[in-house]
């Protein structure tokens, strides 16, 4: 919609704030996964090097139209063919101009993708290169964050505390069972709607071993009772403070 807006109203005082509006949805539909939408994202954060039309950023946006046009030979945007020959083509662009911040802002954008897809090595490929660069050091915090995820692929998890309810849970003696880990909170949309079928297939699968360990995020206890008790959520819950650190509660009347 944003986008049919300005371009039916191009002159319109609020054109360029749909332009905005449009660049950060896709942003958005980027970062949650929504490979098909890479291709219009690049063009609308191209635009503005575009409308400026400076001598020195020709060549580089020329390039890269080049590696977008040679990459879509190999499949429709998004597609996995398509990310290939893209990544390719970046570290290409990066060695041919070592000095433009844009060919990492691409490479973030590829990095991004590649680590909601849970593809390691692609991942890893782009983060050394960011990580030697000059970019911003927040940055580079960021690429390591995403990287460090990856670290704990096919690693036994550590988990062990003492529920709300006085239980003992040890992960490590829930082996040979299927265990869900839950991450909510009593603000959380999403997590509210898709309780009850979290609830239903606890039901019908727990007898088969199946297991649920309830990650807690709200900052106090009271809300998440609340929740607890009108859901009748019977699986251990442990509550985490806001930064971080682990506050356990023991609760008898549970």
């Known amino acids: 919609m944003a986008s049919e807006f300005y371009t039916r109203f191009p002159d319109h005082p609020k054109a360029q704030e749909a332009r905005q509006k449009e660049l950060e949805m896709r942003k958005t539909a980027v970062q949650l996964g929504n490979v098909k939408q890479v291709a219009r994202l690049n063009e609308l954060q191209d635009a503005p090097a575009k ?3 400076t001598e020195p950023e020709e060549p580089f946006l020329l390039r890269w139209r080049s590696i977008e046009r040679e990459a879509m030979k190999s499949g429709p945007a998004g597609s996995p063919a398509f990310l290939d020959e893209v990544q390719k083509g970046v570290f290409t662009l990066r060695k041919e101009f070592p ?7 691409l490479m973030m954008q590829l990095l991004e993708i590649r680590a909601q897809e849970g593809e390691a090595d692609k991942a ?10 000059s970019i911003r050091e927040e940055a580079k915090e960021g690429v390591r964050k995403l990287i460090r995820k990856f670290d704990f692929l096919g690693k036994p998890l550590q988990l062990k ?12 003696k829930m082996r040979g069972k299927v265990v869900l880990i839950d991450f909510w909170a009593s603000w959380c949309g999403p997590c509210m709607i ?4 979290v609830k239903a297939a606890y039901e019908k699968l727990q007898p088969q071993g199946f297991e649920i360990i309830g990650i807690n995020l709200d900052e106090d206890k009271a809300p998440m009772q609340r ?3 009108s859901a009748h959520m019977t699986w251990p819950q442990v509550l985490t403070a806001k930064n971080g650190k682990a506050r356990w509660y023991r609760d008898s009347g549970s």
């Open 227 to 229: 929740v607890l008790t």
């Open 194 to 197: 898709e309780m009850p079928k």
């Open 161 to 172: 505390f003492t529920a709300i309810d006085g239980r003992e849970v040890d992960l490590e």
């Open 99 to 105: 000095e433009r911040l844009e060919a990492y802002q």
């Open 124 to 133: 890893r490929a782009l983060a050394q290169p960011l990580i030697e660069s």
């Open 51 to 53: 409308d400026k039309q």
